[in-house]
């Protein structure tokens, strides 16, 4: 499991901070992105996603670590638009026994993807990916749904 266990309250703090100062969507999801991988293995990259107006598309809208090629997402794609499709968070500890994966890597050992929700909404996604397998515990994915939660209340 993780090895370390991310702290939800210091990011929820810093993004009702940067709110405050009236900062941008973009640049509330970049803070939660650099603040959850800042806690160290097993977040080796983060990207937030959001639905694009026909609700159709996940976008990338900011990030921190790895590089992706993976600027959109069809819904019908990858674990990404099955967690959209499915209405439902998705802890995967093997992404390489995940048919639905689509690899940015060859690093990348397990995925978190937590919805962004508001209500029944789904505004779009927190997608992380670790290099350690079965990185993420529930503790872990309640921190992030934490954010996620926190998120959702901003944007």
Avoid at 13 to 28: N, P, Y
Avoid at 95 to 105: D, F, H, K, R, T
Avoid at 143 to 152: E, I, P
């Amino acid at each position: 499991m993780g090895e370390a266990v991310l702290k939800f309250e210091p990011i929820a703090k810093a993004l009702h901070a940067a709110f405050c100062r009236d900062v941008g969507r973009t640049e509330l999801l970049q803070l939660a992105a650099t603040h959850i991988r800042s806690a160290g293995p097993p977040y080796t990259s983060v990207y937030m996603y959001m639905m694009n107006e026909r609700a159709d598309t996940l976008e990338l809208a900011a990030f921190d670590g790895r590089e992706t090629e993976h600027a959109k997402i069809s819904l019908d794609k990858g674990l990404c638009g099955k967690a959209v499709t499915d209405k439902a968070d998705l802890n995967v500890p093997d992404v390489s026994a995940s048919p639905e994966y689509l690899a940015c890597n060859l690093e990348t050992r397990s995925e978190l993807i937590v919805l962004i929700r508001r209500h029944q909404e789904i505004l779009g996604q927190i997608d992380i990916d670790s290099d350690v397998p079965d990185g993420f515990d529930s503790a872990e994915e309640a921190a992030v749904r934490g954010v996620a939660d926190a998120l959702a209340a901003l944007i």
